[in-house]
């Protein structure tokens, strides 16, 4: 079994920054791609960064040079660096790990962000 475990959330004024941080513990030979989704309030859970373990980054055009994601492979760790943060970034924020092997996928339990006008 794999837990993950998010932090950093929380609530920030408009062009403020966060951090968040998503640490995966448990029965784990090797982590593949690793990624931040977000779900606002009545509507579905999108994309916003992923990264592989190779270091390669993919984002949403809505956070392209806001929003830096990365990874330490030693410590099973993956963070978002948050800045220039906007009201319409508020959700709840949720980390994604795919666990090899197996390829079987698990999501941390959500880290609420909000920001401000």
């Known amino acids: 079994q794999v837990q993950l475990v998010e932090s950093g959330g929380g609530l920030v004024q408009a062009g403020g920054s966060l951090r968040l941080s998503c640490a995966a513990s448990?029965?784990?030979?090797?982590?593949?791609?690793m990624g931040w989704y977000r779900q606002a309030p009545g509507k579905q859970r999108d994309m916003v960064a992923t990264i592989t373990s190779s270091g390669s980054s993919n984002y949403a055009d809505s956070v392209k040079g806001r929003f830096t994601i990365s990874r330490d492979n030693a410590k099973n760790t993956v963070y978002l660096q948050m800045n220039s943060l906007k009201p319409e970034d508020t959700a709840v924020y949720y980390c994604n790990v795919l666990i090899l092997p197996f390829r079987i996928t698990y999501w941390g339990q959500g880290t609420q962000v909000t920001v401000s006008s």
């Open positions: 448990g029965s784990i030979f090797s982590i593949g791609d």
